[in-house]
Structures are given as structure tokens and as C-alpha cells.
């Protein structure tokens, strides 16, 4: 065989390698750079309940049943320490001295409690998010996108976000 022959066959594998390892990508990391983003960092927001079950009687049972799960999927500890979860009128939760393992859940409640490694808390006295419809955004410390999660009726977005979100309803 030719060294000719043997260049080319070299150039055929490796170009079908890198189609194969593009299209074995993730539809996330495939998708925007905002998207990319949670890939990347593996945290993402995993699960949603806005509307707290039962009746809303803004008592701290009420608002700790109001919560967002946020998940790293990946296998290494992702320090959230200054990583914010908001709303879109302006809510925002602010991660302080917290590290979240790899493949791990906390889930955020809106009320009033002791944070554990599993779950922290607002400490608020009123709910967040709208029962019918908003986006909950997380940014890491540099206020950077990382995920948003939205549900109910028309989304729409504030001053500052340049347009290229990511609507994922849960």
C-alpha cells in the first residue's frame, strides 16, 4: 500500500471520528452557548413546584412546599458560593458557602428554615415564583448564564438578558 493510500484512509477515519464524537454530544452542548453553559458546568435546574400544594396561607409549611431542585450532574463538587437563582420580577437567591457533590440535588425552598447539605432556604415571608407562569434563571458568581427553567403561559424578559434564552418547561 502506498503512503498515499495510507494518508487517505488516515484523513477517512479521522474525519468519520469527529462526526461520530459531534453527534454523540449531548443535544444541550449541541444547541446555543447559553445551553452549552449548563453543560459545561454540569449544574442545571432539575424540577420545579411554584405552586405549593394545598392552599396558599403564606404560613412557613405554604412556602417551604414552593421550591427549585438544582442538580450537577457531573462527577466532580461545583462550588456555588455566590451563584444566584431568580425569578423574573427580580427575586433573587444568592448561594453563600455552599458546594454541591457531584450527582447531587439541594433543593432551594422559598421559606424560612436550616439549610442542610440537601436543602437550603430563602427566608422569605412571601412566595417567589408565580404559579401560573415565570423562569427561574441561575447565574454563577460571575453572573454568568448557567440554566433557566420556565413554565406556564408566554415568557417574556426583562432589561439585561440579550434575547438568546432557553426555554425549557418543566
Not at 92 to 121: K, M, Q
Not at 145 to 163: E, L, M, P, Q, V
Amino acid at each position: 500500500m502506498s503512503s498515499r493510500s495510507i494518508r487517505r484512509i488516515a484523513a477517512a477515519t479521522l474525519a468519520a471520528g469527529a462526526a461520530l464524537g459531534a453527534a454523540a454530544l449531548p443535544a444541550s452542548a449541541q444547541s446555543s452557548p447559553r445551553q452549552a453553559a449548563a453543560y459545561r458546568s454540569g449544574v442545571v435546574i432539575s424540577d420545579v413546584q411554584a405552586d405549593s400544594p394545598g392552599y396558599d396561607d403564606r404560613s412557613n409549611r405554604s412556602l417551604n412546599r414552593e421550591w427549585i431542585d438544582v442538580t450537577n450532574t457531573s462527577r466532580r463538587s461545583v462550588n456555588l458560593d455566590g451563584w444566584t437563582l431568580s425569578d423574573e420580577d427580580g427575586h433573587t437567591y444568592t448561594f453563600n458557602h455552599y458546594r454541591l457533590d457531584g450527582r447531587s440535588t439541594v433543593r432551594v425552598h422559598t421559606g424560612i428554615g436550616r439549610d442542610t447539605y440537601r436543602d437550603v432556604y430563602q427566608d422569605r415571608r412571601n412566595y417567589v415564583w408565580d404559579n401560573h407562569s415565570d423562569t427561574a434563571t441561575l447565574r454563577n458568581d460571575h453572573g454568568r448564564f448557567i440554566d433557566d427553567a420556565s413554565w406556564g403561559g408566554r415568557h417574556h424578559r426583562g432589561g439585561g438578558h440579550d434575547g438568546n434564552r432557553h426555554d425549557r418547561r418543566l
